[in-house]
């Protein structure tokens, strides 16, 4: 410096006058303070100093001048800075030759200004911008005694403040409290430094700062050593300082490094750091900020190829999450082209992060749909360990990185996933997961929505590098299958409910390999998803399937996808084996729709179990069913039931129509179906040969009882009618209108008790013909009929014979005592044919009255017939009765036109099928005859006994002359003249007796003709 080398010319005056006063003790020399500062005015500097002193120092030998409270200023009056205390060494030796050399300065609290010029060169300078060429540079090689400061070889600088004017970077700092020694050697000069940064606010930043300079090397280097100081103070000091504003937390460490003179550029620089508490600015993260509770970096950056070389980067992220990077960033040279580029490749090893903490520490550039979806869908669970490799593109200036590039490994555990919104958690999902440059994959080695366990798999995640990833997953799940049906219940699914089913009476197990796509996007829509898969269903049970049966030890191999599901298999229906067939469709805007279709063999004990006998009066013998079941998209469903008869009997005794097992026959049966109930007419349709029938069975409204059957037409044997059945409180009320039907099995069955018919019945009909049997015919109609308790109770017929004669038919049980019966017909001919009872008489009235009683508890009709005026032609066993000699005559008369008869009387009760005959009188002018005994019209056999008596008119008049015809003829109603006669056997051939010699008999001892025989009993 030329201020030293001026007051070493001053000293040097005065060296051989004072140095023997030197040897003594420090001389005060305050008297030479103008010539001292006339020195330091010569070197353009103006000096105001409060005293001047010498001194020996005992242990080195050299001349120290102290100078106190030294002011340099400029010439203008501006500071330049105070040196309180200044004191300067000098070489003994050249002193005592008159030389003045300085060999140590030191300085204490200085106000220093550094300056490094353009070219890079360093030198301390007391002048301004003005006065910068004045200065004199400290000389860091070998000492040089020829020059002012040659053999300067120690420098110590206390409690400073440096200004710091960078000249190359265009910058100006400053440092307060600094503490400094230079010292010099052969080889090079070497130091400390120590100092403290204000930050302002009351902090400090302190730094420890060692170099050493080799000056055959032009070489220096340096070592600065930190203690907890926050990196962001310092990003003003130089450009390539600027990243270090985003650390916010206290930084403790060392960085080395070397200034090559010779190149005039940085070597290397080595940096061994540990992080404290804080975090760090980053746009990437979601909070604008990185967090951390410590860390450690060991890395190495080269300035001139700009490569940051990251040794161990150790980042403790809170509750025990760690992540250690270590890996190479490129293209870090300040103010090189591209430096807004920077390709990095890192390797990641990110350790115990829960999923709560995902949204701080996943990057928002790194596939940021992936990200969303992750955050809304992931709701628990622990990533134990992510193991990455990452090819970035870095964005120093913004704080930005882009990945290019990642592959690597996961494992993970105890995971929670919202795979759908709305639908149950899939939780404690496991297992590993690779990542590549375009795919994150993740194999699963455990978890369970609800109660389906997971069973492996994998779930893919593709095109990372795009707007919008691709999620695809297969996946083996296993549990119950009512879980299973819980799941697809769920809004916003519902199709369980939306085809009938209650996954609360559904019980089974499933086993299914289900395969999804699906965008990676927030807010997922059922119909963003693409699925597809197969599934086994075992041991599965339904309750109250139908008809309050269940369904179980069902079977069933199952195929589904997005646009529907397939499930075929065997189970058993209140125990009878069934296949099944279902299948169901998502497709389309009117939402779910399904069909099923149902096949089992039904035979007697089948529909004994399901309630769905007929008796086997009606049905017997196995019948082929299939149900088919049907729900439309718009919620509406319907049964049809086809029914196979061909193998079953069927009978209609009332028609007396069968159809025997073998023989063709099929049954259909349609309804529409709301929850539970019927939503509307069931429509049923039966075929056979004989038998031809369409009703529609109209249900109680909500319910499931039967309100009416409309028959649309019912033929079956000789009837071909249609109708209405209309329920009536506990009974039933039909009103039928038709061509025909045949009433004699109803007839038949008048007094038959059979409980299964003891429903209630009326019936009100309106037909064209009623059949009594093949050609008895009763034509135009009307009948009222009235069953209860298992029998026919009320009965009103009226019709007329082909010949336009009538007949009426009344059988009244509506009063307190026992039904009566009543018949009246003004043909008693056409009557007899009509009834089979006889068909060789004609004309003729006829009246029949009775009532229904109970003989020995079994059902019976005792009645009395009255007929007057008829004929009886044709009648072969008539006439082989009438074949003896007496009668012969009247048997030609039945070959002809008939014997004329006035009057018949009889009594007879029907009970158990049988007719019971216990008189039977009938007479006219030409013949009486008598009748008693039994007939079997099922059977079609008789047993009757009686008398014949010709000529009845003249017999009879005999027995009403007094006395005589008392003797005689044995009173009122017997004849002179009659014969005994037998009938046994077939109806239509039977045995004929007659016993010729009762026929001259007395009279007296038959009574044939009594009037008053039919009287009614009291």
């Known amino acids: 410096m030329t201020w030293l080398a001026s ?21 005060a020399l305050n008297f030479l303070l103008p010539a001292v500062q006339a020195a330091f005015a010569r070197t353009g500097l103006e000096v105001a100093m409060s005293g001047v002193s010498l001194a020996i120092d005992g242990a080195t030998h050299q001349l120290d001048l102290n100078i106190e409270n030294a002011r340099l200023s400029l010439p203008d009056g501006e500071k330049l800075g105070d040196f309180p205390q200044l004191a300067t060494g000098f070489t003994l030796g050249p002193l005592l030759r008159g030389r003045l050399v300085p060999s140590r300065i030191t300085i204490e609290r200085p106000v220093v200004r550094l300056l490094r010029d353009p070219a890079g060169r360093i030198s301390f300078d007391l002048g301004n911008a003005a006065t910068a060429g004045h200065g004199a540079a400290i000389g860091v090689g070998p000492a040089m005694a020829e020059a002012p400061l040659g053999v300067l070889d120690r420098l110590q600088v206390g409690d400073a403040t440096v200004v710091v004017d960078d000249r190359m970077l265009g910058r100006r700092w400053q440092v307060d409290h600094l503490d400094a020694l230079i010292a010099r050697g052969a080889s090079g000069t070497g130091g400390r430094l120590s100092l403290a940064l204000s930050l302002g606010d009351g902090r400090t930043a302190k730094f420890d700062a060692t170099f050493r300079y080799r000056a055959a090397q032009r070489t220096l280097d340096f070592a600065l050593a930190a203690n907890r100081v926050e990196p962001a103070i310092l990003a003003s000091l130089a450009p390539v300082l600027a990243p270090l504003a985003d650390l916010h937390l206290p930084v403790s460490g060392v960085v080395h490094t070397r200034f090559d003179f010779a ?125 990455v490799q990452l090819d970035l593109a870095l964005d120093p200036a913004h704080g930005s990185a882009k990945v290019t590039q990642a592959r690597g490994t996961l494992r993970y555990r105890d995971v929670a996933v919202n795979y759908m919104t709305g639908l149950p958690l899939a939780r404690n999902i496991a297992g590993t997961a690779t990542l590549t440059e375009k795919e994150l994959e993740f194999a699963p080695s455990g978890g369970s929505v609800k109660g389906l366990k997971l069973g492996g798999g994998s779930v893919r995640i593709a095109d990372l590098n795009t707007p919008v990833p691709i999620l695809t997953a297969d996946l083996a799940l296993a549990g119950p299958l009512r879980d299973a049906l819980d799941i697809l219940d769920t809004r916003p699914l519902g199709v369980a409910g939306a085809i009938g089913l209650d996954p609360a009476a559904i019980g089974g197990h499933v086993e299914t390999r289900l395969h999804l796509q699906l965008p990676v996007v927030a807010g997922l829509k059922p119909i963003d998803i693409d699925y597809s898969g197969t599934a086994t269903l075992g041991k599965v049970t339904m309750s109250r399937v139908a008809f309050g049966h269940d369904l179980t030890g069902g079977d069933f191999a199952v195929t589904y996808a997005r646009s529907g599901v397939r499930a075929t298999g065997a189970a058993r229906f209140a125990g009878t084996p069934a296949t099944i067939d279902t299948a169901l469709s998502f497709g389309g805007k009117a939402g779910v729709s399904a069909i099923s279709r149902v096949a089992m063999i039904l035979n007697d004990r089948a529909r004994q179990r399901i309630g769905c006998d007929l008796t086997p009066r009606i049905l017997s013998g196995p019948v082929a069913a299939e149900l088919t079941y049907s729900v439309e998209g718009g919620g509406h469903r319907s049964a049809a039931i086809a029914l196979d008869l ?94 025909r039907v045949d009433l004699q099995p109803v007839l038949s069955r008048t007094l038959a008790d059979d409980t299964n018919t003891a429903t209630p019945l009326t019936i009100s009909a309106r037909l064209d013909q009623v059949a009594f049997g093949p050609g008895r015919i009763l034509h135009g109609v009307t009948a009222t009929l009235s069953r209860a308790g298992g029998a026919w109770r009320s009965m009103r017929i009226d019709g007329s014979y082909a010949n336009g004669r009538t007949l009426s038919f009344r059988l009244d049980g509506g009063g307190a005592g026992p039904a009566r019966l009543e018949i009246t017909s003004n043909d008693f001919g056409s009557a007899l044919r009509l009834l089979a009872v006889a068909d060789n008489v004609d004309g003729g ?55 004329p008869f006035s009057t018949l009387r009889a009594r007879f009760t029907y009970s158990a099928g049988q007719v019971a005959l216990d008189r039977l009188n ?97």
């Open 263 to 387: 190149a005039s550029r940085f070597g290397p620089l080595q940096l061994d750091l540990a992080l404290g508490g804080g975090w760090i600015a980053t746009r990437e993260f979601a909070d604008g900020r990185l967090a951390l509770t410590g860390g450690t970096l060991h890395a190495v950056y080269t300035p001139q190829s700009g490569l940051l070389r990251i040794g161990r980067l150790v980042l403790d992220l809170g509750g025990g999450t760690r992540l250690v990077a270590d890996g190479q960033v490129a293209g870090l040279v300040p103010g090189a082209p591209g430096v807004g580029r920077s390709p990095a490749r890192i390797a990641l090893d990110l350790t115990r992060v829960p999923i709560a903490k995902f949204a701080a520490l996943w990057p928002l550039g790194l596939s940021p749909h992936g990200r969303a979806w992750v955050l809304a869908n992931l709701r628990a669970g622990i990533l134990d360990e992510a193991a």
């Open 7 to 27: 007051i070493a010319a001053v000293v040097i005056i005065l060296v051989g006058a004072g140095i023997w006063r030197l040897m003594s003790g420090p001389v």
């Open 845 to 899: 009235s006829m009246t029949v009255t009775g009532r229904l009683a109970d003989i020995g508890g079994t059902p019976a009709v005792q009645a009395q017939i009255a007929a007057a005026d008829f004929s009886v032609v044709r009648a072969p066993i008539a006439t082989r009765i009438l074949s003896l000699p007496s009668l012969a005559g009247l048997s030609s008369m039945l070959s002809g036109s008939g014997i």
């Open 922 to 1018: 009938v007479y006219g002018d030409a013949l009486g005859v008598t009748a008693r005994g039994a007939v079997d019209p099922a059977r079609r056999t008789l047993n009757l006994a009686g008398t014949i008596a010709p000529a009845h008119g003249l017999n009879s008049m005999l027995g009403k002359v007094p006395v005589i015809g008392a003797l005689l003829m044995g009173g009122k109603g017997e004849s002179l003249f009659a014969a005994y006669y037998q009938l046994s056997g077939a109806i239509d051939d039977p045995a004929v007796s007659v016993d010729p010699f009762s026929a001259i008999a007395p009279g007296f001892l038959r009574r044939l003709f009594d009037p008053d025989l039919f009287a009614e009993p009291q």
């Open 646 to 739: 061909r193998a079953a009997r069927l009978a209609v005794a009332e028609a007396g129509w069968e159809k025997p097992a073998g023989q063709p026959g099929t049954a259909r049966i349609d309804v529409d179906l709301a929850h539970r109930a019927f939503a509307g007419a069931v429509r049923i349709a039966v075929q056979a040969k004989g038998l031809d029938g369409r009703f529609a069975v109209v249900p109680v409204p909500g319910g499931t009882r039967v309100a009416r059957v409309d028959i649309g037409r019912l033929v079956v044997g000789g009837d071909d009618f249609s109708g209405t059945v209309t329920r009536r409180g506990k009974g039933w009320h039909a009103a039928v209108d038709g061509r």
